[in-house]
T-cell receptor
Framework: NAGVTQTPKFRVLKTGQSMTLLCAQD?????MYWYRQDPGMGLRLIHYSVGEGTTAKGEVPDGYNVSRLKKQNFLLGLESAAPSQTSVYFC????????????????FGPGTRLTVT | GNSVTQMEGPVTLSEEAFLTINCTYT??????LFWYVQYPGEGLQLLLK?????DKGSNKGFEATYRKETTSFHLEKGSVQVSDSAVYFC???????????FGQGTELSVKP
């Protein structure tokens, strides 16, 4: 099992350019999430999905779009990148049911470091 | 709303020192509580968890007890190692869906 994988690992964009970050998981998880991590602010939820074909806004959704066309993939898009979107982006996934004593552990990918100049 | 507050970092300790990282939370209902660890250049990994009051989570020598009366979930380890150097995140989840609320993270540096 590869767990949660993210591509690319690093990217530099110019202001106004667009890009898509890809997240893939092989654990058959229903829930998937995109976070951004900024110094001193912990992780903040951008968008999430509770199943194939569904998405919802998190805490900081502005400037991002997402799609979940297949259960194993969750795409994060930046249509017109801005310097404020310079960050490290993490994808995570979790199951939707509670196994005995297991409260929906989230599994994280290794992250994508994005710089917007 | 729900929130998590952690002690400010960075925390610098000598090897074999005792570690405490404070975490307090605000939440409605009865959340589950977590500590995640992020080693340099990697994603987050679940370190330990507790799902109800007075539960103690433990893993790799780390412990944390869910204290409802003080709304706290402090992380402790009796003797830290250089390999424990990482950023530690406290988080909570209300038992509705899977969304986590994270604290800001505390960087730990352990010197030999």
């Amino acid at each position: 099992n590869a767990g949660v994988t993210q591509t690319p690992k690093f990217r530099v964009l110019k202001t106004g350019q667009s890009m898509t970050l890809l997240c893939a998981q092989d654990m058959n998880h229903e829930y998937m999430y995109w976070y951004r991590q900024d110094p001193g602010m912990g992780l903040r939820l951008i968008h999430y999905s509770v199943g194939e074909g569904t998405t919802a806004k998190g805490e900081v959704p502005d400037g991002y779009n997402v799609s979940r066309l297949k259960k194993q993939n969750f795409l994060l898009g930046l249509e017109s990148a801005a310097p404020s979107q310079t960050s490290v982006y993490f994808c995570a996934s979790s199951s939707s049911y509670t196994r005995a004593g297991d409260p929906y552990e989230q599994y994280f990918g290794p992250g994508t470091r994005l710089t917007v100049t | 709303g729900n929130s998590v507050t952690q002690m400010e970092g960075p925390v610098t300790l000598s090897e074999e020192a005792f570690l405490t990282i404070n975490c307090t939370y605000t939440a409605t209902g009865y959340p589950s509580l977590f500590w995640y660890v992020q080693y340099p250049g990697e994603g987050l990994q679940l370190l330990l968890k507790a799902t109800k009051a007075d539960d103690k989570g433990s893993n790799k020598g780390f412990e944390a007890t869910y204290r409802k009366e003080t709304t706290s979930f402090h992380l402790e380890k009796g003797s830290v190692q250089v390999s424990d150097s990482a950023v530690y995140f406290c988080a909570l989840k209300n038992n509705q869906g899977g969304k986590l609320i994270f604290g800001q993270g505390t960087e730990l540096s352990v010197k030999p």
